[in-house]
């Protein structure tokens, strides 16, 4: 098994467009464009990247885009996102007739996007490819 601990890692969330940082309790979800001009770590993470760059990421205070994964905040960024999720709809519930459109869940879909794995570029094994969530293709 590949030790995935070694890796950079960002947690893009490409159906969220905000102008500037929103901050919820310990979340941070900023504009990749901000989280990449404080980052020269993202620079590798984005060479081709699938989603629109006006997309936002997801961080939180003891996590920054481009750091080392770690299984407790990956833990801790999907919990907060669950909240996140229950907190939006619970207030906002969906209805197809809304004026202001049908928000799903799959806007506040989470995708990591994890650093190429240097030991197995000379084997051309690991590799990006095209995924969907059943809304949208990347």
Known sequence: MLNITDRRIIYCLPSIFCQETIKLGN?????????????????????????????SVIETLTFKSGDFFTQLNDLEIRDSLEILKFSYFFEFPSSLLDINGFVGNETFECYPVIELNSELTCFGVEHKMPFTNGMSNY
């Open 27 to 55: 979340l941070l979800i900023r504009p990749l464009s901000e989280a990449v001009k404080d980052n020269d770590n993202c620079a590798k993470l984005l060479m081709d990247f699938p989603f629109n760059r006006a997309s």
